[in-house]
């Protein structure tokens, strides 16, 4: 069994798929190292390789707006990707760069143990609810995989590029927080 830290060390070392060849920093995730909640995205954008955070752009400063909106704080939450290496030109990411980095984030999720994980967008929810998952049809919607509750809803750059999001994306995030506060006072 890894920890965190030593389970980040691996993944900065890693060179299991193309995308190692062109990163600046890894990005592996931030946050309260025994968050109740885990907010999964995509992968690092450009902002994000940079600094070796994830979600500081726009789409970031967007998350962190809900995230405060719901009287949380960055800090207690986790925030991870599927991918931990920006993709060239903030593609999405291939299957096989998915495929070759989900293990980091299953081990993320393990050693932090969420009560409930928001999935930011498709390629989350694809990658963690299975391939035939689609963001319009089933966002905001509660899944149980194991013990965990999910919340999938539309990532924070798409809202950003139509403001016709924006609600569904708050009610979402609303929805997760309920979830927790059912959880919570169980």
Known sequence: ????????????????????TT????????????????FIG???GEQEDMLGRPFVGKAGKLLDKGIE?????RESIYIANIVKCRPPGNRVPEKDEADSCIEYLRWQVKLIDPKVIVLLGSTAGRNILGQDFRITRQRG???????FKIVPTYHPAAVLRDDMKKADFWSDLKLAIKIYEQIKNC
Request: charged share 30%; proline share 2%.
């Open 23 to 38: 990163r600046k920093n890894v990005v592996f995730g931030e946050g309260a190292k025994n968050a109740d909640i885990m």
């Open 141 to 147: 919607t509660l899944f149980e995989l194991g013990k």
């Open 69 to 73: 909106a719901l009287g949380l704080s």
């Open 42 to 44: 995509e992968g690092p």
């Open 1 to 20: 069994m890894y920890s965190l830290s030593e389970l980040e060390q691996l993944c900065r070392k890693c060179k299991k798929c193309r995308l190692w």
